[in-house]
């Protein structure tokens, strides 16, 4: 699996109409798997950063501590892992997508504990 480019969350959350219609162009060059976990992750950015918690995250990882399963447009995993304020902290959650795997139809998650930075290194996160 292939990590999120940053370039892909900056777009969606830069200018919404332009942004996006770049971000589903450059997801259309995607393997369908890849574009699976791309919009999955950038979802879960998404969610986070709307919902009632204190956590805004910048980069979202969902396979940074175990390997997700994908089961046709489903993609769960419980080794998730977002970056807010400097800090990691781990999630899960099930991502399921339209049948082209360019949008989000359902996603629920939890989020965990904080991975300690003692653990970053081994896990490829970062400051």
């Not at 918690?53 to 769960?76: E, F, H, M, Q």
């Not at 300690?116 to 400051?127: F, N, T």
Request: with cysteine; hydrophobic share 35%.
């Amino acid at each position: 699996m292939k990590p999120i480019p940053l370039a892909f969350a900056l777009l969606v959350f830069a200018v919404p109409a332009q942004a996006n219609s770049r971000f589903e162009r450059s997801l259309s060059h995607l393997d369908p798997t890849t574009r699976l976990e791309q919009i999955c992750a950038v979802e879960t950015m998404a969610r986070v950063t709307k919902d009632s918690n204190p956590y805004k995250p910048d980069r979202a990882v969902i396979y940074a501590l175990s390997k997700p399963k994908v089961a046709g447009d489903t993609i769960t995993g419980d080794g998730g892992a977002f970056r807010s304020k400097g800090k990691w902290y781990r999630y899960s959650f099930v991502c399921k997508a339209t049948p082209d795997h360019m949008k989000v139809s359902t996603f629920t998650y939890k989020i965990g504990n904080p991975i300690a930075e003692s653990q970053w290194e081994s896990y490829g996160l970062y400051r």
